[in-house]
């Protein structure tokens, strides 16, 4: 047969006492006394009461925005991109191929060119010497480009010799 207290049930008569032991709040403290305090505070002419307050709720919202937009960012599905290609003729020469190769070049140089133009703008406005890297890497940027034009050169005056040489070859 079970014991006299194991009929009574869980948490009941006796056993209640540690319940009351276990409030939301500590034991000084309670709602009704939280809000009296709040009160007291506000009702007390501090100079400083005020800023803080300010201060301290938007410091709040700020944290509450931060999450707001974190909780959107990467969230949305991504619409369709599509990415067009240029699609070249099998038949084509390799002079023509070299030619476009430099028009390329050239439209990049000058990108880049107008891309730079634009952070020299930001750099001037932020006070950010930039003028002596600038001469020293145009100067390496201008010898590069001559070479990969030479190379460039080189290839296509190959490349024309070659198709000058072939319907030779095919009419014998």
């Not at 028009?103 to 891309?115: F, G, M, N, T, V």
Request: aromatic share 8%; no cysteine.
């Amino acid at each position: 047969m079970a014991p006299p207290d194991a009929r009574r049930g869980f948490a009941s008569g006796a056993a209640l006492s540690y319940i009351a032991a276990m409030a939301i709040f500590p034991r000084p403290v309670s709602p009704k006394s939280a809000l009296g305090d709040l009160w007291t505070y506000f009702r007390e002419n501090r100079p400083h009461k005020w800023p803080l307050l300010g201060l301290s709720m938007a410091i709040t919202w700020v944290i509450i925005w931060v999450f707001m937009v974190d909780a959107n960012t990467n969230t949305m599905p991504t619409r369709n991109k599509i990415i067009y290609v240029q699609s070249w003729d099998a038949s084509r020469s390799d002079a023509a191929i070299i030619l476009q190769q430099k028009i390329d070049l050239a439209k990049s140089e000058a990108a880049l060119q107008k891309r730079q133009k634009q952070m020299q703008g930001w750099a001037d406005a932020f006070g950010i010497d930039w003028r002596t890297e600038e001469a020293r890497n145009s100067a390496r940027r201008k010898e590069a480009l001559k070479q990969i034009n030479a190379q460039l050169d080189s290839r296509l005056a190959k490349a024309e010799a070659a198709e000058k040489a072939a319907p030779k070859t095919s009419q014998n």
